[in-house]
């Protein structure tokens, strides 16, 4: 599915969002700082937003690595980082699977992926393997908002006009866009996946929302007996 969209995946996103998906990368940047030293992974990379924004800012000593399993997708990662002259090393890999040693990032991160690995904890334990003890872990998700009248409005749009906007403008068979809304309503969030987050070893979970809570930026700390 994710092969079908990747041509188009990057416009798609700024007309659904509006471009507000490049304001949210860009907050997760700043509320989970990259290092002075030392490396960063994005999983679930897809074309590479989050990862570029993380190369763009942080320091010569930092080593950005972006994994997903969609070759289709990292290539226009590749493209995209060559382009703009941002270091990053792309690797093919399966999130609940990652080719890493233990204890090797400062800093995990994942944008609008959590929710698409086939076994949640599973992602969460890689995460949380290959992140070094007082490491941190961000990860950049669909919610729904908490305002009911905001709520409502976000329902119908998210039911209603995006698959259909989604899918005409991919130009995919496979309705990506309409498994979009359902994956995000079932989806865990608040403290459903404050408690899988806490489960795969993190501590100090805090959660931002951001846009009314149309999405929510959550950042937690490795625990060091982990
Ligand atoms: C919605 S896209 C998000 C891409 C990007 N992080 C962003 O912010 O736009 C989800 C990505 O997760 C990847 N993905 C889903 N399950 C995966 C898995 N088990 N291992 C690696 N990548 C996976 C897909 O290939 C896709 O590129």
């Not at 233990?102 to 599973?122: K, M, P, Q």
Request: include cysteine; charged fraction near 20%; glycine fraction near 8%.
């Amino acid at each position: 599915m994710f092969a079908e969209i990747a041509p188009r995946y990057d416009a798609v996103n700024r007309m659904l969002s509006g471009g507000i998906d490049i304001w949210w990368r860009r907050v997760t940047v700043s509320r989970a700082a990259p290092p002075t030293t030392g490396a960063i992974l994005d999983i679930c990379t897809g074309t590479g937003d989050l990862a570029l924004a993380y190369a763009a800012k942080a320091g010569p000593r930092v080593r950005v690595v972006a994994s997903d399993f969609c070759l289709p997708m990292l290539d226009r990662g590749v493209e995209k980082s060559r382009a703009r002259g941002l270091p990053v090393e792309w690797v093919e890999a399966d999130a609940m699977d990652l080719p890493f040693p233990d204890a090797t990032f400062d800093l995990v991160t994942v944008a609008f992926g959590l929710r698409n690995i086939a076994e949640t904890e599973r992602g969460l334990a890689e995460m949380a393997r290959v992140c070094k003890p007082g490491g941190r872990l961000a990860i950049l998700e669909f919610s729904l908002p908490s305002n009911p009248i905001i709520r409502r409005s976000y329902l119908w749009y998210f039911r209603n006009v995006l698959p259909r906007l989604g899918n005409a403008v991919a130009r995919n068979h496979a309705d990506a866009y309409s498994y979009l809304n359902q994956s995000v309503e079932e989806f865990p969030s608040g403290q459903a996946l404050v408690e899988l987050i806490t489960a795969a070893g993190f501590d100090r979970v805090e959660q931002i929302p951001l846009s009314f809570g149309i999405a929510t930026l959550s950042i937690a700390t490795k625990g060091t007996a982990t």
